[in-house]
């Protein structure tokens, strides 16, 4: 135990005490570097600490002191302004450059504990730029024997040197550096002034057929702190073949099967490239008519006719290709028509109203095509005899035939007849009877009619004007009338053409018109309404005249009736003139005040007994 106190106590001895700093410390260039170098002790002792970066003879150079609390930069180095220590001994070196790829030492100095040192490696990197593509612009053969170069890939201003890969239809292509006839590649690497490296790397290819729409590009792969890399794509670019015409194809791109109205499109290949011209020529009679020559190979026709139907050649002018090789193909064209159907009648025709009418239409085309009738475009009619019995005006109107192909849809011809129906004009159903409250009521009435040549509308009586409109071969004439008991007795219209005329006739129900035979006159019961009112109202004073006087003899007593001489003063006939029978042929108000219509009231009176 005693040894053991000893030995803590003598200074440097057995002490627990290290620096540690990471091995690593990767930055990127521009940005700040930081170090950290922290020490352990196994108590608390005063120490200072010193920053020494190695030069490339591993001398060692002193750039920062740490002590008392307080920092020193050393002068007249390199780090002189862009370095710095802090109090927990890191060291910050501000804006890294190239250059400060270098070895950092931290040595610690501790009273009574000693020193301490440990080294840490300050790695940069930088990002190179977007890589440059130095293509081969010739034209390259697929007959060539060799690979040829296809282009060079250049990333330029990177630390550490990039790696370069090459992508054909974005798959990594594996060449190898070794040169072969197939694929291979070349690389270097140039260090320029600045420190920073450019890499360069050359493509060898033996193209093929399969290369001419093929895509290529190249990657820049570089390193970036903490491990990983990224990859920096250049623009894709495509190659320049050359190889002959072995096959040539001719065909048709539009839709099948061809109609008349279509857009005709030929189209002539051949797989040479660079392409041939071709020519398009239409054969007839063992002779050759051209049609089209160039390098496209594409012919199109616009609104095709049944004249283009027949037999077309294509032929690829690539003389390069070997004689065996058969530059030329054929196809046959077939142009679907229907022809535009033929009509009996042959012209517009005129039919008598009732008559009978036989339509008839025949048709043509690639293929019989079908018939059918058609009006207002409604089909009438399956087949080529249409036949119209009676005929009627409901008829009139045009008629077309269509001709349709059973198997090219869309092939359809037609063509049109009018059928004018004339005769009689026809009056259309309409309210024949009309109710009206009173006299100088306003009514519309209406008269449609149907006929050819346009019949003409008049009224009765004839001071009626009606207004007329007409749509066709319809009029009709609507007239306002103010309802009176002479229009009662009977109101027509009637529609009329050089072929003859219709009637109609309307009847007026007026509520409060008393029909003639009934009454006086029609006069006597218009002008004579003030009077009666007037007689009405002298009666009823009359009447009570009368019954005050019976009242009156009565209380004096100068009036006795014993019961076998009670009589009705309507069969006395000195009484009968006091109960004068009422009759009236007044308006239904005026029949309230004096009884019954048409009838009469009589009035009984009784002898009052005393």
């Not at 922290?38 to 740490?66: A, C, M, Q």
Request: net charge negative.
């Amino acid at each position: 135990m005693d040894l053991l106190l000893l030995l803590a106590l003598l200074p440097g001895c057995l002490c627990s005490f290290s620096v540690e700093v990471p091995p690593v410390v990767e930055v990127e260039i521009g940005k700040n570097a930081i170090i950290h170098c922290k020490p352990t002790f196994s108590g608390s002792p005063k120490y200072t600490s010193e920053w020494f970066v190695l030069d490339e003879n591993d001398d060692l150079r002193r750039i920062t002191f740490f002590g008392d609390g307080r920092q020193v930069t050393d002068p007249d180095t390199e780090y002189s302004d862009r370095a710095k220590v802090k109090s927990d001994l890191t060291l910050e070196i501000k804006g890294v450059r190239l250059s400060d790829e270098k070895q950092f030492l931290c040595r610690v100095n501790a009273v009574n504990e000693g020193t301490k040192e440990a080294k840490a490696a300050l790695k940069v990197y930088d990002s190179p730029e977007t890589p440059e593509l130095s293509l081969n612009l010739g034209i390259l053969s697929v007959t060539e024997s060799i690979a040829s170069e296809i282009g060079t890939c250049i990333s330029r201003n990177a630390y550490p040197a990039p790696t370069i890969e090459w992508y054909k239809n974005h798959q990594l292509l594996t060449p190898p550096t070794e040169k072969n006839p197939d694929l291979y590649m070349s690389s270097r690497t140039i260090t320029e002034s600045s420190g920073l490296l450019t890499v360069s790397s050359t493509l060898f290819l033996r193209p093929t057929k399969m290369d001419t729409d093929a895509v290529f590009s190249c990657k820049v792969v570089y390193p970036i702190p903490g491990g990983g890399v990224r990859r920096m794509e250049s623009q894709e670019f495509n190659l320049t073949l050359h190889y002959y015409t072995e096959n040539v194809k001719f065909e048709i791109l539009s839709p099948l099967p061809i109609k008349e109205g279509d857009d005709l499109i030929f189209r002539c290949a051949g797989d040479g490239h660079p392409p041939p011209s071709y020519i398009i020529s239409k054969l007839k009679d063992d002779n050759e008519m051209e049609i089209y020559s160039g390098v496209e190979g594409v012919l199109k026709v616009l609104n095709v006719s049944r004249e283009y139907t027949g037999s077309y050649s294509c032929q690829a002018m690539d003389f390069d290709s070997p004689p065996e090789v058969v530059l030329t193909q054929e196809l046959d064209l077939v142009v679907n028509y229907v022809d535009t159907p033929s009509l009996l009648p042959k012209e517009d025709t005129m039919v008598n109203l009732g008559a009978d009418l036989q339509l008839t239409c025949r048709g043509d085309g690639t293929v019989t095509p079908q018939l059918r009738w058609k009006k207002d475009g409604a089909i009438v009619f399956e087949g080529s005899r249409y036949k119209i019995r009676n005929i009627s005006y409901s008829q009139s109107g045009v008629y077309t035939c269509e001709a349709v192909s059973s198997n090219i849809p869309g092939l359809t011809k037609e063509k049109d007849i009018t059928i004018t129906v004339e005769g009689i004009p026809q009056l259309k159903p309409g309210t024949e009877t009309f109710e009206v409250a009173a006299e100088g009521d306003t009514l519309s009435l209406t008269c449609s009619a149907v006929g050819h040549p346009l019949p003409e509308i008049m009224w009765n009586p004839p001071e009626l004007k009606g207004a007329q409109s007409v749509s066709g071969m319809n009029v009709m004439s609507k007239v306002s009338v103010k309802v009176s008991s002479k229009l009662a007795k009977g109101v027509s219209c009637v529609a009329k053409n050089v072929h003859g005329s219709n009637e109609r006739n309307f009847t007026l129900n007026i509520g409060n018109v008393i029909d003639t035979s009934s009454a006086p006159s029609q006069e006597q019961s218009s002008g004579g309404s003030s009077t009666a009112i007037i007689a009405v109202v002298v009666c009823v004073l009359l009447l009570l005249l009368v019954v005050a006087l019976f009242y009156f003899l009565q209380k004096r007593g100068k009036l006795t009736c014993g019961g076998s001489e009670k009589k009705s003063l309507t069969q006395d006939p000195a009484s009968a003139e006091l109960a004068p029978e009422l009759k009236s042929d007044k308006r239904p108000e005026q029949h309230g005040l004096i009884g019954s219509p048409g009838g009469s009231r009589s009035i009984e009176v009784s002898p009052l007994k005393k």
